[in-house]
């Protein structure tokens, strides 16, 4: 993530990480279990740094996911 591209789509994937995280309860997923790994790592990252972290793991999964025609499933990717 740089500043180049759209600001819209940024922010907007900046605000959907975060509201994963707020509702983390209601539906798991990795991209929340990969948060909480970077923040209780020995070395924890800064917040903002692991929001975009997620946000990256997120953009490359949805590709992969769209490329293969998958749906995402937290249980069958647990296995």
């Given at each position: 993530m740089n500043k180049r591209g759209n600001k819209h789509l940024?922010?907007?994937l900046y605000f959907m990480?975060?509201?994963m995280i707020m509702k983390k309860k209601d539906k798991p997923n990795h991209f929340?279990?990969?948060y909480y790994k970077l923040k209780t790592q020995p070395q924890r990252k800064?917040?903002?740094v692991a929001i975009i972290a997620c946000i990256n793991k997120f953009l490359k999964v949805t590709f992969q996911l769209l490329t293969h025609g998958i749906l995402y499933d937290y249980e069958t990717a647990l296995s």
């Open positions: 940024r922010k907007l990480v975060c509201a929340v279990d990969y800064p917040h903002k």
